[in-house]
């Protein structure tokens, strides 16, 4: 099946700063990529929806100033956590989707946020 | 408003067994996409199977099975042959077609394989 990066893995930050999360689709063009939240024993919550070129579609209660997403190229999306606090600490998974016609998604290996 | 149902938290099945795995959604879409993911302990997301609802035969994928009973609105998964290294949590999920079609997940169920 079709291969997604995720850089880096595992992240440690202090509060208030900032971490940039990448998502690579490595052998497809992804038309739509998304991302995850999974706190610990918990589920996946969409956080939001990447579009190549245009602006993310963002899920009720997730802050679009904190979360920043960019989608550039069809191949790399990034998610950019701002001022980060403990309760930002979290697994971030992002999946990508290819041609209109598939069904299929692809994840990540997922990023843990360690906020301090 | 779609919705996906996993009522079981834990369940245990011994090696070489069968085991079965709830899920029931909910949708007014007559269009949707029902998937089974495994998350073992890394953390990643391990595609299983998919299911069409516009599908004619169940879906199945080596050990996995799909039971879908359209009427009823379940996608149970069944893993025949149980193996240690099946022992994950297991998400049921379904596409939504609003958000160009991402997905919305179910809880999800923990299977331990013992021995």
């Known amino acids: 099946g079709a291969v997604v990066s995720q850089h880096p893995s595992r992240v440690i930050c202090k509060s208030g700063t900032s971490v940039k999360i990448e998502c690579r689709s490595l052998d497809f063009q992804a038309t739509t990529m998304f991302w995850y939240r999974q706190f610990p024993k918990k589920s996946l919550m969409l956080m939001a929806t990447?579009?190549?070129?245009?602006?993310?579609?963002?899920e009720q209660g997730v802050e679009k100033d904190k979360f920043l997403i960019n989608h550039a190229s069809l191949t790399l999306s990034t998610l950019t956590v701002t001022s980060a606090h403990p309760e930002d600490s979290s697994f971030y998974i992002c999946?990508?989707?290819?041609?209109?016609?598939?069904?299929?998604?692809?994840f990540g290996p997922g990023t843990r946020l360690t906020v301090t | 408003a779609q919705k996906i149902t996993q009522t079981q938290p834990g369940m245990f099945v011994q090696e070489k067994e069968a085991v079965t795995l709830d899920c029931t959604y909910d949708t007014s879409d007559p269009s949707y996409g029902l998937f089974w993911y495994k998350q073992p302990s890394s953390g990643e997301m391990i595609f299983l199977i998919y299911?069409?609802?516009?599908?004619?035969q169940n879906a199945t994928e080596g050990r996995y099975s799909l039971n879908f009973q359209k009427a009823r609105k379940s996608a149970n998964l069944v893993i025949s042959a149980s193996q240690l290294g099946d022992s994950a949590m297991y998400f049921c999920a379904m596409r939504v077609r609003g958000s160009g079609y991402a997905l919305n997940f179910g809880k999800g169920t923990s299977l331990l394989v013992t021995p």
């Open positions: 299911q069409g609802s516009y599908d004619q």
């Open positions: 999946s990508a989707r290819g041609t209109e016609a598939s069904y299929e998604q692809y």
């Open positions: 990447s579009n190549e070129g245009s602006k993310a579609t963002y």
